[in-house]
């Protein structure tokens, strides 16, 4: 399931599903990792991703984002992320930056 790619537009794709497949995906990938969430955490990480899903149907775009903001999030978090966006066939890479947000409070829990 992990190798999907979403075509949101070319398939027509229903965002509601699309959103939940890709939290199973992200939980998948956090349960490989050891990584856990609280019930506040998984409910942005939720809302987050639907949005991002609703953006990769309508192309909204993101504001302009500065990586250089981000500098502290961990490799891991990041490639995470982008790997989470590589899920769409169109999701810029800058989606990546604000969802590793999501995954570095995650896997601060670790600590």
Excluded: C
Excluded at 6 to 26: G, H, R
Excluded at 42 to 66: F, I, N
Aim: aromatic share 6%; proline share 4%.
């Amino acid at each position: 399931m992990s190798q999907a790619k979403f075509k949101m537009i070319a398939d027509d794709l229903n965002p509601e599903v699309v959103t939940d497949q890709t939290i199973e995906i992200i939980n998948e990938w956090f349960k490989e990792a050891g990584v856990t969430q609280n019930e506040v955490q998984k409910a942005m990480l939720l809302s987050h991703v639907k949005a991002m899903v609703s953006r990769a149907k309508t192309l909204e775009k993101l504001p302009e984002v500065d990586p250089e903001m981000f500098d502290e999030l961990s490799e891991e978090s990041m490639a995470l992320a982008r790997k989470t966006v590589e899920l769409f066939d169109t999701l810029p890479v800058e989606e990546a930056y604000l969802l590793a947000v999501h995954y570095e409070v995650a896997r601060a829990n670790e600590e």
